[in-house]
């Protein structure tokens, strides 16, 4: 075999080689970015902000069932229609957490506990209210209630937080660029570099070799190289718009427990952070609905990648012939 045809040959090699080796880690980074919006969308956002929910209903709730007390105006009648709405809106959410959660088995018992909790909590409250007028006793279970509710590492509120501590850790995972995805990243794009230096050696050796200054197979190939530049950047704001979610979530989580830790705080409050709840999860399903066009994006790396090699073994292949039968 001739060096000329051997050289060809190792160069469409390594061609193929890297445009195979260059378009496996592209897609794979594109769709590993990709994947995750669905589940931060479709679950971890709701999982989060449905904890945020619960918690806001709560102390909507035990505000009510205070102020009710504090009013003097308790009868047989039992408690007041906000305090009714707002537990059977907490009672509502910790269902949807069962459903949604993104804690694992640990997230599975501490619900467990929290709905076990939670019927104590009722019935302590209604208790309060039924004896409010013996005054001390109506205290006493009023204090009681306040205990299960708001008992450090083991009252309700507590076991909600330790739930959304491992949701956030979660949602972290699923947003943040962690070092394993950077080099995921930085592979595939020096696996594009090192093939876009070997179409260049390949023309070179072209040029030199044969009366052929420029190879537009290849000249096509080099093309379609610097379109791979475009999921790239695609990428690059996915990645942003999640890491935007993640704060906004963190955000709303944060504010909410300043609302709680605030001893002045009043019910209006809590009003306001529902909103906010509720906006959060608007935004974040919007941000997360804008990547939703971008997954497609693994095809076309893929198709990408098959064009580079056909375009590769259509350009040497005319000179590959002329040395056919020379060895």
């Given amino acids: 075999m001739t060096g000329t045809r051997r050289l060809l040959w190792l160069q469409l090699g390594a061609l193929i080689a890297l445009t195979g080796l260059a ?13 995750r919006p ?14 945020a929910a619960a918690r806001s209903a709560l102390m909507s709730a035990h505000v009510a069932a205070r102020g009710h007390l504090a009013s003097g105006l308790t009868d047989e009648a039992g408690t007041d229609e906000t305090y009714r709405t707002q537990i059977a ?9 069962g459903d949604r959660q993104v804690a694992g088995e640990d997230g599975r018992r501490a619900l467990s506990t929290v709905n076990a909790l939670l ?97 537009p197979w290849l000249l096509a190939a080099c093309l379609i190289l610097l379109a791979s ?16 979610a993640r704060r906004e979530l963190v955000e709303v989580v944060n504010r909410q427990s300043g609302v709680w830790a605030d001893e002045g705080f009043q019910g209006k409050e809590l009003d306001r952070m529902r909103n906010v709840t509720a906006g959060a999860l608007k935004e974040v399903t ?42």
Wanted: no cysteine.
């Fill in 23 to 35: 378009t496996a880690l592209l897609a794979a980074a594109y769709d590993d970015t990709h994947r």
């Fill in 38 to 51: 669905d589940a931060v969308r479709d679950r971890t956002a709701p999982a989060v902000l449905e904890v």
């Fill in 89 to 97: 809106a907490a009672v509502q959410s910790v269902s949807q957490i």
């Fill in 119 to 215: 019927v104590v909590y009722q019935e302590t409250i209604v208790l309060s209210v039924r004896h409010a007028e013996r005054g001390a006793l109506g205290r006493a279970w009023f204090h009681s209630a306040d205990t299960i509710l708001n008992r450090k590492q083991t009252g309700i509120l507590a076991r909600l937080d330790e739930l959304q501590r491992d949701q956030l850790d979660e949602l972290s995972e699923q947003t943040k660029f962690t070092g394993a995805r950077r080099a995921g990243w930085e592979s595939a794009v020096a696996a594009l570099v090192l093939l876009a230096v070997a179409l260049a050696a390949v023309q070179v050796v072209l040029y030199r070799r044969f009366p052929e200054r420029l190879n």
């Fill in 229 to 244: 530049v475009k999921p790239v950047t695609w990428a690059q704001g996915t990645q942003r718009l999640m890491e935007d």
């Fill in 286 to 327: 919007q941000d997360m609905d804008a990547t939703a066009d971008r997954g497609t994006g693994v095809a076309a790396i893929v198709v990408g990648g098959v064009a580079v090699a056909a375009l590769s073994l259509a350009g040497l292949q005319r000179h590959l012939r002329q040395y056919r039968f020379r060895w």
